[in-house]
């Protein structure tokens, strides 16, 4: 059994994914300057579609019927795209200021509901597996054992990423930090499922969620599932290139999300 194998929690059948969504909106994409300047980077085309709009449609199409989208950077030019789309329902949470990844959600909970909710960051680009991952990472999700479940990404494997990777994982999908100085062997590939419960006791104003993340590591109540398909961070313009260039070689013209 190869270490994948030993680290692929059980998936269920019956699987619904949650209801509602979260999208990462409101950064200044500043590595991708000066492009950025003019237009907010969710609304980057990748293969001819926008980032923002590839995330929605894997999201509409597993069922997810409310969406909060978080603004800050140029969140005009992303409302008014967004407004064009006939469904899901969009709903926007509007930020002052930066409030980091953890303040942004807990600023939007009030939009998200009492249950387990989807969060998926604006600059990657996913292609799914054998099967949904979207389906897959719900299948995986245990209300009783996790507050937090993400999905991971092998580290060497990803487009557009030169990092050292985030995560270890055991057998039973716990997750703990990268030693420090070591190459991990998965990083965080901005899609993840979060309880309300997660942000007991926050503080107000900007935190990354990264806090978050080491509390419930301490109390093994995160927990990760490692994705089967393609990954694109797309970060930066050489990351953008990357997955241009991917989508042309390997779909010849043929639009594909």
């Known amino acids: 059994m190869t270490n994948d194998e030993k680290n692929k929690p059980l998936r269920r059948i019956d699987v619904e994914v949650p209801k509602r969504a979260m999208i990462m909106a409101a950064g200044f994409g500043t590595r991708m300057r000066p492009l950025t300047e ?35 950077h140029l969140g005009h030019l992303i409302e008014q795209h967004l407004r064009k789309r006939k469904r899901p329902e969009i709903v926007f949470s509007q930020e002052d200021e930066i409030l980091n990844t953890g303040g942004g959600i807990a600023n939007a909970l009030p ?54 990777g985030d995560f270890c994982i055991d057998p039973v999908g716990v997750l703990s930090w ?47 599932m490692v994705h089967e398909g393609e990954w694109f961070h797309i970060g930066s313009p050489d990351g953008l290139a990357e997955a241009e260039a991917y989508l042309r070689e390997r779909y010849a013209g043929v639009r594909k999300r």
Do not use: C
């Not at 980032?51 to 509409?60: A, F, H, N, P, V």
């Not at 590939?189 to 301490?218: C, M, N, S």
């Open 111 to 164: 939009l998200l509901g009492d249950g387990p909710f989807l969060v998926a960051n604006a600059d990657i680009m996913w292609l799914n597996g054998p099967t949904s991952t979207l389906q897959d990472l719900s299948g995986v999700w245990d209300d009783e054992k996790m507050d937090g479940l993400l999905l991971l990404h092998p580290t060497v494997e990803a487009y557009g990423y030169s990092g050292m």
């Open 38 to 72: 003019m237009l907010p980077k969710p609304l980057i085309e990748v293969g001819g579609r926008a980032m923002i709009d590839r995330t929605i449609d894997w999201l509409e199409d597993d069922g997810v019927e409310k969406i909060v989208v978080n603004l800050h």
């Open 178 to 224: 990268r030693p420090e100085r070591e190459l991990a062997p998965y990083l965080f590939a901005g899609v993840q499922i979060l309880h309300p419960r997660f942000f007991k006791d926050v503080p107000d104003g900007p935190f990354p969620l990264t806090d978050l993340y080491t509390r419930a590591i301490e109390n093994e109540r995160l927990h990760g």
